[in-house]
């Protein structure tokens, strides 16, 4: 497990590469480092330390009692589809309800789960004060992103990309507050924060080494 600060720019055309609707919006931007640590559902749960999946895999936490998927026994065959309500059961022990809008709401926060033709694929999670979104890449960096349109998919949903949101959840400022988000939220920006200051201070002392 690694946390890495890649370039601003190589970071950004490689973003660019993987998700082509960025380019339309010039507002998104980084918001951490490159990290294998954590993935997109975790994030939207506020955590950063471990892997969220309905995944019958030791790597990756779900909450208990809910359906899981089991793997193949094989290796090399693919994962079966991870039905959204899959994802909506486990969001729900966080206080979590279905919900028609997506747009900002006083007094809620809210995620976004994104699905295409072989299931749910990524999650991304509105900011508490604000009409914008945080999504964590894959194992590539965390963005902010105006619109959940920014990271869909091609008119031509293939299996590897996000597809199109399927469903999106809220729940109420103060339940997020009892499940302790917003300070885990808090802190995550200060780490990140803290962690690229002092790298900016390594460069700066390596440079002027004689």
């Not at 497990?1 to 960025?22: D, G, I, Y």
């Not at 059961?89 to 809008?101: E, M, N, P």
């Not at 809220?170 to 499940?179: D, G, H, L, V």
Request: charged fraction near 25%; aromatic fraction near 14%; hydrophobic fraction near 40%.
């Amino acid at each position: 497990m690694a946390t890495v600060f890649r370039p601003t720019l190589v970071a950004q055309r490689s973003l660019l590469r993987c998700f082509p609707k960025l380019r339309k919006n010039r507002k998104w931007r980084l918001r951490s480092p490159w990290s294998d640590t954590y993935q997109c559902v975790a994030w939207a749960a506020c955590h950063t330390d471990r892997k969220w999946w309905p995944l019958q895999l030791t790597e990756f936490y779900w909450p208990p009692n809910l359906p899981r998927i089991t793997p193949p026994l094989l290796p090399w065959l693919p994962l079966p589809p991870t039905p959204v309500d899959y994802l909506v059961q486990g969001f729900a022990t966080l206080g979590y309800t279905r919900c028609d809008r997506r747009d900002f709401e006083f007094g809620f926060q809210k995620v976004a789960i994104y699905a295409n033709d072989g299931g749910a694929t990524h999650m991304a999670r509105q900011r508490f004060f604000s009409n914008v979104w945080l999504s964590k890449l894959g194992d590539l960096e965390d963005i902010v992103h105006e619109d959940l349109r920014d990271i869909e998919g091609e008119v031509e949903i293939t299996a590897d990309t996000y597809g199109e949101v399927a469903q999106v959840l809220k729940r109420s400022w103060w339940c997020a507050i009892t499940n302790a988000c917003v300070f885990r939220c808090v802190w995550h920006s200060l780490k990140f924060g803290v962690l690229r200051i002092w790298r900016h201070v390594l460069k700066v002392r390596l440079r002027l080494k004689p």
